[in-house]
């Protein structure tokens, strides 16, 4: 069972949001969608290259109440964090009350 008060963190849902561009094609922003409290756990590091550097990605579980419409298109702010959503899908705690989302997503390098 999920205690409520382990949802201790302050996440704002980034929805995308694209605009035409010029040649064709869209430019893709984000707009603050809606502000939760969400439990954010960390739960898998890798090795990750990219543009030839070696670095990590880190995995964090987020569980946040049910009730938004999350895609793999979204994102989650914690402050200056951004984490990208991997995966979504609603919680295993099958009891009375409250619904939960759980979320795998990695921290976002800036």
Do not use: K
């Amino acid at each position: 069972m999920i205690n409520p008060g382990d949802l201790d963190r302050r996440l704002v849902i980034e929805a995308p949001v694209e605009t035409a561009d010029d040649a064709g094609g869209v430019v893709r922003s984000y707009a603050d969608a809606a502000t939760v409290w969400a439990s954010v756990q960390p739960e898998t590091m890798r090795a990750d290259v990219e543009a030839d550097a070696a670095g990590a990605a880190l995995g964090y579980r987020i569980l946040m109440r049910a009730g938004r419409d999350l895609t793999t298109r979204h994102r989650l702010r914690e402050g200056t964090q951004r984490y990208c959503i991997l995966a979504v899908r609603e919680g295993r705690e099958r009891r009375a009350g409250p619904r939960f989302l759980e979320i795998r997503a990695e921290l976002i390098a800036d």
